[in-house]
Nanobody, 121 residues
Framework: QVQPVESGGGLVQAGGSLRLSCAAS????????MGWFRQAPGKEREFVTA????????RYAVSVKGRFTISGDNAGNTVYLQMNSLKPEDTGVYYC??????????????WGQGTQVTVSS
């Protein structure tokens, strides 16, 4: 399945945790990165985190570093986003993307439909 499919969103209280999953197979040798992005109401989509399956490297937005963790299965077809110590400002639609060239280029080829995360105060 090339088109990413996200799951695991929901409503959680501040300080709680959620784990998002993304199933996809859009990565290739030249495009090994998978990432998570989010979009809050009235705001532009922003980068959250990414993983490069070729190097094992990861990158996090400053706002989530230390609270969120990206991981995946050995085949690189499923990526997870463990979100801890959630804050109301983490609320938004979370999108999974695959087929990126690197951790730092946001040129992903495939995008999921998104899953809603709502953090109540």
């Amino acid at each position: 399945q090339v088109q990413p499919v996200e799951s695991g969103g929901g409503l959680v209280q501040a300080g709680g945790s959620l784990r998002l999953s993304c199933a996809a197979s859009g990565r290739t040798l030249s495009r090994p990165a998978m990432g998570w992005f989010r979009q809050a109401p009235g705001k532009e989509r922003e980068f959250v985190t990414a993983v490069n399956w070729s190097t094992g490297g990861t990158r996090y937005a400053v706002s989530v570093k230390g609270r969120f963790t990206i991981s995946g299965d050995n085949a690189g077809n499923t990526v997870y986003l463990q979100m801890n110590s959630l804050k109301p400002e983490d609320t938004g639609v979370y999108y999974c993307a695959t087929g990126g060239r690197s951790l730092y280029t946001e040129d992903y080829v495939y995008w999921g439909q998104g899953t809603q995360v709502t953090v109540s105060s």
